[in-house]
C-alpha cells in the first residue's frame, strides 16, 4: 500500500473545535447533514467563507481507511454549504477561497463537495464538470441527504458515480489553469527570474510539451512577483499577416486587455513606421506608472512570424521579421528594467540567424535559451498518480518507470496511454499491472497513431532538415 491507500489512524467523528464552530454558525438543516457526514466521515473543521455579498459555511472532512482505500485520497475535502435556493456559479469561487486561507497540501485540489438548496443541483454541476479544468464536484441537495439518511451508501455510490465518469488525462489543448499543471515549475520560475532580473529568454521544445501551458503559469504566478506577463499568439493572423507594424498595434492591444485598459484610445492609423515603436514604449511605461507592475510579453509559436518559416511571403522573406524585432529590441533597450519579452517556439532558428537578407538580426543571441526537457521519473510518477487515483486507477510502481522509457518522457503521450488504459478499463478501482499495461500499450501504439502524427506535423511543415535526421536515427 502506498500513502494514498491508507489512513489507518482516522476515525469517524468530528474534532471538537469544529463541533464547536458548526453549533455557532450552522442552521439546523446544515447541523444534521453534518451530524449525516461524521457517521462516515472524520470532520477536521468547520467555519464560514465571504464572497462578494454571499456567506458559505463550509467544513473539511478525511476519510477513514475504507473509504480512503477506495478513493485514494488521504487529504481533507472540502464540503461548501450553499444555503440559497437557486444555484449560482460564484458558489464555486468559496472552493479557492477556502483553499487559500489554509496552509498548502491540506486539502485535496482536484475536488471537492457542495451541498445546495437548490433541488436541480445536479444538472448544474454536470455542466459544470464538463470543462475539464474544473475540479470535480460532487453535488447533494439538501433535500437528497434529508431524505437519504439511512443510506449507508450515500457518500460512496455518488462519489464513485462523479470520480470515474471523467477522465482527468484526456487533455489536448493547453492547461489555463493551475489545476492540472505538472512537472515545470522550475521552468516558471526560471522566466521569471529572468525578467525580474531584466534579461529576455527564448524557451524551445517539441510539440505539446507544455510550452503554451508554462505560458499561462507564468502569467498566473508572475503577478505574485509585482508584473504581468501579456500572452501574445503568433499564430493569430493579426499578428502574423499584416505589416511588422499591424503586428505591433497588436501585441499594445494585448496589453491593454491584459491590464483591462480602455482600448477605445487605441487607434491603428496612430501606428507609423516612426512612432510605433514609441506607442509600444509609451504602452508599457503607462502599465509601470499605474500599477508599479513590470511587463513580460510571451510570444508564443514564434514559427509563424520567422524568417524562411512562416507562411505568410512578407515574414517569410524576413522583411517584416527583422522591421518587428527591431522594434521590440528597440523599445526594450530603451526602458528602465519595466519590460522584457520571452519567445517561445519549437526550433531556436529565429535567434540563430546571425543577418537576415544582410541586415543584422535584431535578437541574435538576444536571449537566454532554455530548453523543455522530456519529463522525469519523478513528474511521471506525480502527474499519473494524482489524476489517476482521482479515477479510481492505480498503476504498480515500476510501470511509472516503464511509461516514462516507453515514451521519452513526454507529458501528452504519456496522458493519452494513460488515458487510453482508462477507457479499457471503465470498472473501477481497479489496479494497473505490467500485463496490462503491455497490452493496452500495445493497442494503443496500433491505433492511435495520430498522436504521434500530431507532434511529427510541426517538424515536417517548418523543420524538414530535423524531420530528415529523426528518421535517420531511428533507422540507426
Known amino acids: 500500500m502506498n500513502e494514498y491507500e491508507i489512513n489507518d489512524n482516522v476515525r469517524e467523528g468530528i474534532h471538537a473545535f469544529a463541533e464547536e464552530k458548526v453549533n455557532q454558525l450552522f442552521n439546523s438543516s446544515q447541523k444534521e447533514i453534518v451530524r449525516l457526514f461524521k457517521r462516515y466521515w472524520y ?8 464572497i462578494g455579498s454571499s456567506v458559505y459555511n463550509y467544513i473539511l472532512i478525511k476519510a477513514p481507511n475504507y473509504l ?3 478513493f485514494n485520497i488521504t487529504a481533507e475535502i472540502i464540503v461548501v454549504f450553499s444555503d440559497y435556493e437557486t444555484f449560482e456559479p460564484r458558489t464555486f469561487d468559496a472552493f479557492d477561497n477556502i483553499k487559500e486561507k489554509l496552509e498548502g497540501g491540506r486539502v485535496e485540489n ?31 441537495s439538501y433535500k437528497e441527504l434529508e431524505q437519504g439518511k439511512n443510506d449507508s ?20 489543448d493547453a492547461l489555463k489553469t493551475d489545476l492540472y499543471f505538472f512537472g515545470r515549475s522550475q521552468l516558471v520560475m526560471d522566466v521569471i527570474s529572468r525578467h525580474k532580473s531584466g534579461q529576455n529568454t527564448g524557451l524551445f521544445g517539441l510539440r505539446k510539451t507544455g510550452k503554451t501551458s508554462i505560458l499561462y503559469e507564468i502569467k498566473r504566478r508572475i503577478r505574485l512577483k509585482n508584473a504581468v506577463g501579456v500572452f501574445i499568439s503568433c499564430q493569430n493572423p493579426a499578428m502574423s499577416t ?13 496589453l491593454y486587455e491584459e491590464m483591462s485598459m480602455d482600448i477605445s484610445s487605441l487607434k491603428r492609423d496612430d501606428f507609423k513606421n516612426t512612432t510605433a515603436t514609441d506607442i509600444l514604449l509609451n504602452a508599457i511605461q503607462k502599465v509601470y506608472n499605474k500599477t508599479k507592475m513590470s511587463v513580460l510579453l510571451m510570444f508564443d509559436e514564434v514559427e509563424h512570424i520567422t524568417y524562411k518559416k512562416a507562411a505568410d511571403e512578407k515574414w517569410r522573406d524576413g522583411v517584416e521579421s527583422v ?6 529590441r528597440s523599445a526594450f533597450q530603451q526602458q528602465n528594467s519595466n519590460f522584457t519579452y520571452c519567445i517561445v517556439g519549437t526550433n531556436p532558428m529565429c535567434i540563430e540567424y546571425a543577418t537576415i537578407k544582410n541586415v543584422d538580426n535584431p535578437i541574435f543571441c538576444g536571449v537566454t535559451t532554455l530548453y523543455i526537457p522530456g519529463f522525469d521519473l519523478g513528474q511521471t510518477r506525480s502527474m499519473v498518480r494524482k489524476l489517476g487515483r482521482i479515477m479510481g486507477i492505480s498503476f504498480e510502481e515500476t510501470l511509472y518507470s516503464k511509461m516514462t522509457e516507453d515514451y521519452g518522457g513526454h507529458p501528452f503521450l504519456i496522458r493519452r ?9 471503465p470498472e473501477r478501482p481497479i489496479t494497473i499491472d505490467r500485463v496490462k499495461y503491455a497490452e493496452c ?3 494503443f501504439n496500433m491505433t492511435q497513431g495520430r498522436y504521434f502524427d500530431m507532434l511529427l506535423d510541426v517538424l515536417k511543415e517548418f523543420y524538414p532538415l530535423e524531420y530528415d535526421m529523426l528518421k535517420y536515427l531511428s533507422m540507426g
Request: glycine share 2%; proline share 1%.
Open 242 to 254: 499584416g505589416s511588422w507594424i499591424d503586428s505591433i498595434f497588436y501585441v499594445v492591444k494585448c
Open 68 to 70: 480512503a482505500s477506495l
Open 417 to 425: 496511454l494513460c488515458s487510453f488504459i482508462a477507457s479499457q478499463y
Open 110 to 140: 482536484l475536488c471537492g463537495v457542495l451541498i445546495s438548496k437548490d433541488d436541480n443541483i445536479d444538472n448544474c454541476i454536470k455542466i459544470y464538470n464538463n470543462d475539464k479544468e474544473t475540479r470535480i464536484i460532487v453535488p447533494y
Open 441 to 443: 500499450k500495445k493497442n
Open 323 to 328: 522591421s518587428f524585432w527591431k522594434a521590440i
Open 43 to 50: 470532520v477536521t473543521k468547520a467555519d464560514k467563507v465571504k
Open 153 to 172: 451508501y450515500i457518500f460512496r455510490t455518488k462519489f464513485q458515480r462523479y470520480f470515474y465518469s471523467r477522465d482527468l488525462f484526456a487533455f489536448d
